[in-house]
């Protein structure tokens, strides 16, 4: 993880972006005649870890193990995983690994595994549990949620222009727009940004501009389109 990802907010620590999966997906690989499937969702609370992990074993009865990993927090506070019976360490590490490495959050995925006849030996196992999480978040929609404020800036026509530009030029996308008597545009901004854009934009309008900075959240760009989340 980077060192400096995060933000202090009173006594709690956000990180300034981070991956998580928007929706889940199901991946398969197939090693020596064995079956390797994995299903990835995004999780709140371990209690959704706990109930996605239990549909997957009613699922996948008749499978011969069903491993998961999943981990929880904006400093992956919570880590769990099981091997189902597999050799101690070939299973469920190797499957949080791959999600630690790939620094997702909030995250679940559960390994079925249909065992094909020929033993995999440990180190087979650890790859084949490894490339089937691999597999399932490749299937699945991943984002980066980036920590910022939705701004409003109010402007008269004259300034609209520069204000475009400037926007335009730092890639800033423009959620809404308002024509009456003045300009109202509303932005979102990662939280780093805020005070380079608002010196850049007093300067470009010789300060006929105003800009409101509203409730922290944070966003992503989700199928092309920014989106808020909690």
Same mark, same amino acid.
């Given at each position: 993880?980077?060192?400096?990802?995060?933000?202090?907010?009173?006594?709690?620590?956000?990180?300034?972006?981070?991956?998580?999966?928007?929706?889940?997906? *199901?991946? *398969? $690989?197939? =090693?020596?005649?064995?079956?390797?499937?994995?299903?990835?969702?995004? #999780?709140?609370?371990?209690?959704?870890?706990?109930?996605?992990?239990?549909?997957?074993?009613?699922?996948?009865?008749?499978?011969?193990?069903?491993?998961?990993?999943?981990?929880? /927090?904006?400093?992956?506070?919570?880590?769990?995983?099981?091997?189902?019976? =597999?050799?101690?360490?070939?299973?469920?590490?190797?499957?949080?690994?791959?999600?630690?490495?790939? *620094?997702?959050?909030?995250?679940?995925?559960?390994?079925?595994?249909?065992?094909? /006849?020929?033993?995999?030996?440990?180190? /087979?196992?650890?790859?084949?549990?490894?490339?089937?999480?691999?597999?399932?978040?490749?299937?699945?929609?991943?984002?980066?949620?980036?920590?910022?404020?939705?701004?409003?800036?109010?402007?008269?026509?004259?300034?609209?222009?520069? $204000?475009?530009? #400037?926007?335009?030029?730092?890639k800033v996308p423009i959620l809404d727009s308002v024509y009456t008597d003045k300009v109202e545009l509303e932005i979102l901004l990662p939280k780093d940004d805020v005070e380079n854009l608002q010196e850049a934009l007093v300067e470009a309008t010789?300060?006929?501009? =105003?800009?409101?900075? /509203?409730?922290?959240?944070?966003?992503?760009?989700?199928?092309?389109?920014? *989106?808020?989340?909690?």
């Amino acid at each position: 993880m980077i060192k400096d990802n995060t933000l202090g907010k009173g006594d709690f620590i956000m990180l300034k972006q981070y991956k998580t999966v928007l929706r889940g997906g *199901e991946g *398969e $690989i197939v =090693e020596k005649k064995s079956r390797f499937i994995a299903t990835v969702i995004p #999780i709140k609370d371990e209690q959704e870890a706990i109930a996605f992990i239990e549909s997957m074993k009613k699922k996948y009865w008749n499978a011969t193990h069903n491993c998961y990993a999943y981990v929880l /927090g904006e400093r992956f506070e919570i880590q769990r995983f099981s091997d189902d019976g =597999e050799p101690g360490g070939t299973a469920g590490k190797p499957m949080l690994d791959v999600l630690l490495g790939e *620094e997702i959050h909030n995250t679940a995925v559960v390994v079925t595994r249909y065992f094909g /006849g020929t033993l995999l030996g440990t180190g /087979g196992l650890v790859r084949a549990y490894s490339k089937a999480t691999q597999e399932g978040l490749a299937c699945s929609n991943i984002i980066t949620k980036i920590y910022g404020y939705k701004l409003k800036i109010t402007t008269d026509y004259t300034g609209l222009g520069k $204000i475009q530009y #400037i926007l335009g030029q730092k890639k800033v996308p423009i959620l809404d727009s308002v024509y009456t008597d003045k300009v109202e545009l509303e932005i979102l901004l990662p939280k780093d940004d805020v005070e380079n854009l608002q010196e850049a934009l007093v300067e470009a309008t010789n300060g006929q501009v =105003e800009i409101q900075i /509203g409730q922290a959240c944070y966003f992503a760009q989700v199928d092309g389109k920014m *989106e808020l989340f909690e």
